[in-house]
């Protein structure tokens, strides 16, 4: 094998084995009718890629306040009105649950992967 032969087999090797790059994407979860909504559709679980950032549009006429107080991941919007959203990153895999404060109904249970 020649070495011009040797270097392009190298070469090839190495694109092959470079891990493939993923993009982070948004992900919109909207509250309407005091439940977590995605495509006009109630959600009660959400997967997700490490490094999804999940925006929650408030879609009812009063206000929302999402939290989660999980281990993997702690964060407090704070109160919001209607047609205003809010995002939270998650940079690791694995589990968050995510209420409203002012609407103890609304759960969200996210996986990361």
């Given at each position: 094998m020649?070495l011009?032969?040797i270097?392009?087999a190298?070469?090839?090797t190495?694109i ?5 790059i ?7 979860v ?5 439940t977590?909504?995605?495509?006009d559709?109630?959600?009660?679980k959400?997967?997700i890629?490490?490094?999804?950032t999940?925006s929650?549009l408030n879609?009812?006429?009063?206000f929302h306040?999402i939290?989660?107080?999980?281990e993997l991941?702690t964060?407090d919007?704070g109160?919001?009105p ?5 995002s939270?990153?998650?940079e ?8 409203c ?8 249970k996210v996986?990361?992967?």
């Amino acid at each position: 094998m020649s070495l011009k032969n040797i270097k392009l087999a190298s070469i090839a090797t190495t694109i092959l084995l470079m891990p493939t790059i993923t993009r982070a994407e948004e992900v919109i979860v909207s509250q309407t009718n005091k439940t977590f909504m995605m495509k006009d559709v109630k959600i009660e679980k959400l997967t997700i890629k490490a490094g999804d950032t999940v925006s929650f549009l408030n879609g009812d006429p009063w206000f929302h306040n999402i939290f989660s107080l999980s281990e993997l991941k702690t964060f407090d919007l704070g109160s919001y009105p209607k047609g205003q959203s809010k995002s939270v990153t998650f940079e690791k895999p694995g589990h968050v649950d995510i209420e409203c404060a002012i609407h103890p109904g609304m759960l969200l249970k996210v996986e990361i992967k």
